[in-house]
T-cell receptor
Framework: GAVVSQHPSWVICKSGTSVKIECRSL??????MFWYRQFPKQSLMLMATSNEGSKATYEQGVEKDKFLINHASLTLSTLTVTSAHPEDSSFYIC?????????????FGPGTRLTVL | GQNIDQPTEMTATEGAIVQINCTYQTSGFNGLFWYQQHAGEAPTFLSYNVLDGLEEKGRFSSFLSRSKGYSYLLLKELQMKDSASYLC?????????FGKGTMLLVSP
């Protein structure tokens, strides 16, 4: 149980284009999903917290107009990187809280590696 | 704010026991998590502690002392596949903050 999927697993795009990443909880309903970014050899950095049906809460320093988050259902959240630039190249990971887990344990998707040329 | 400290790297040999320490200073405490992350992959959940003491799960055990702001992850009977980064994460009032991870290298 508690499986989270992400699509795509990797994407290469040109500078200036937009990229959408999907995060799905496959076998549970996730009222809260989280989006992280991880640069090589660095820790996970929380970008935003997404609650179903409401606006995402962004961490300090994360541009909400650049990283658009939509959480339209209890099993799907999307992150759109708008007008991507090479510095946005990173490993993007989503997680979802399972109400059945200990203290709303976060279960992670497999991640999406974004490379912006 | 949140501050989480863990060693950057550790090495151990197959079959041995290794302890990875984590110290934290946080505003609010609602539990400490340990995750395992292999290179290029997402983290996987290992353990959760919210009360003081030891939680054992197979070859992995995790200990918490809230008064000392300290936790450790104990790995027994190390296997080559245990080579990975181990992330300590603390839940404050709402969000989960991750440490930088400890890269464990298991050698034959």
């Amino acid at each position: 149980g508690a499986v989270v999927s992400q699509h795509p697993s990797w994407v290469i795009c040109k500078s200036g284009t937009s990229v959408k990443i999907e995060c799905r909880s496959l076998d549970f309903q996730a009222t809260t999903m989280f989006w992280y970014r991880q640069f090589p050899k660095q820790s996970l950095m929380l970008m935003a917290t997404s609650n179903e049906g409401s606006k995402a809460t962004y961490e300090q320093g994360v541009e909400k107009d650049k990283f658009l988050i939509n959480h339209a259902s209890l099993t799907l959240s999307t992150l759109t990187v708008t007008s991507a630039h090479p510095e946005d190249s990173s490993f993007y990971i989503c997680s979802a809280s399972s109400a059945g887990g200990p203290a709303d344990t976060q279960y992670f998707g497999p991640g999406t590696r974004l490379t912006v040329l | 704010g949140q501050n989480i400290d863990q060693p950057t790297e550790m090495t151990a040999t197959e079959g041995a026991i290794v302890q990875i320490n984590c110290t934290y200073q946080t505003s609010g405490f609602n539990g400490l998590f340990w995750y395992q992350q292999h290179a290029g992959e997402a983290p996987t959940f290992l353990s959760y502690n919210v009360l003081d003491g030891l939680e054992e799960k197979g070859r992995f055990s995790s200990f918490l002392s809230r008064s000392k702001g300290y936790s450790y992850l104990l790995l027994k009977e190390l296997q080559m596949k245990d080579s990975a980064s181990y992330l300590c994460a603390v839940r404050g009032y709402s969000t989960l903050t991750f440490g930088k991870g400890t890269m464990l290298l298991v050698s034959p």
